[in-house]
């Protein structure tokens, strides 16, 4: 299948999810067993795809990346609506915001992402739009003005330490890069004169719009759809930082360093690349920030996850399994990069 049309592979994660949680029961676990248990199960076995031609038609990828607004919102409109309508009155409530909140992290976040490296405004606020469905108002900010200048430092919140279990770093990186966002737009804005906590911090407006949502929420749906959407995307943003655990777990370089295709682990395997809007090359992606998802690139000099990003799910939940599968790798792209 040619590369354009690959990423339609984004749009069965929406599917199962709508149906999931317009049905109910055990089906409100689709996505969730879909990503976590047939794709993590799939991937230990897929071959790695390098191949770098590039999308031959970029108006299929771009139309794939814009239905992403649609997708996430009836994915979460469908969830709102089974609490509203008693759906999972016998069941499967826990299921359906499991399953949602995977599709909130996946296709909604990780497009957001690719939104928000554009240069357009439209597209720059397509981005923001989705990641306030995941109630996220740091990750605008912290990822274009720190993550990308200091990954693999100290400096940065999101790079993961060698010997960090997941559970320390997913603390840390939230409660860092929050306080950063907020300490950058705080000083952003009294640059230009403004109260540094007012409505000319974007880290702010955002946690009042956010705050307000769920509060009408509460108010005209009952607590428990402001349960619901709460938790959906708090579980999202977990996965969010799970994604930035395994894509630099170890990988340090000096302050003064240059960026280069060994700072971030790199994954081609089938499920990752185009479940992920090709988030899963992203090597290329650090040394080339403002290319399209569709054009990004394998490198054989980039360090090569063990698995694919479905199938590490588990392992990183489990600190020794993870240690395991790592440590080795990791040691021996530090002794390939000093010969």
Known sequence: MKRQWSYAFCLVPTLLTVFGNVVGGPWAAANLVFIVVILGGLEWLASQIKDNAGAENEAV???????????????????????????????????????????????????????????????????????????????????????????????????????????????RSITGQFMEALRLEAEMARKKGHFAWGWQNYVMRQLVLQTLLLGAMWWFGGIWMAVAFFAQAWLANVLLEYTNYIEHYGILRTDNSRVSYHTSWQCDTWMSRFLLYDLSRHADHHVHGARPFHQLRSFEEAPVLPGGYASLILPALLPPWWFKLMHPRLKAEMQRLKS
């Open 61 to 171: 990828p771009e139309f794939l990346l814009w239905i992403a607004l649609p997708a996430c919102s009836l994915a979460i409109a469908s969830l709102l609506y089974g609490v509203h309508t008693h759906v999972y009155a016998n069941g499967g409530f826990t299921w359906a915001v499991l399953s949602t909140a995977f599709h909130t992290g996946t296709m909604g976040i990780v497009a957001a992402h690719e939104f928000i490296h554009r240069s357009r405004a439209r597209e720059v606020n397509a981005g923001k739009y989705l990641l306030f469905l995941a109630l996220n108002p740091y990750f605008f900010v912290d990822h274009l003005r720190v993550h990308h200048r200091y990954v693999g430092t100290q400096r940065d919140h999101a790079t993961a330490r060698m010997g960090e279990h997941f559970y320390q770093f997913v603390w």
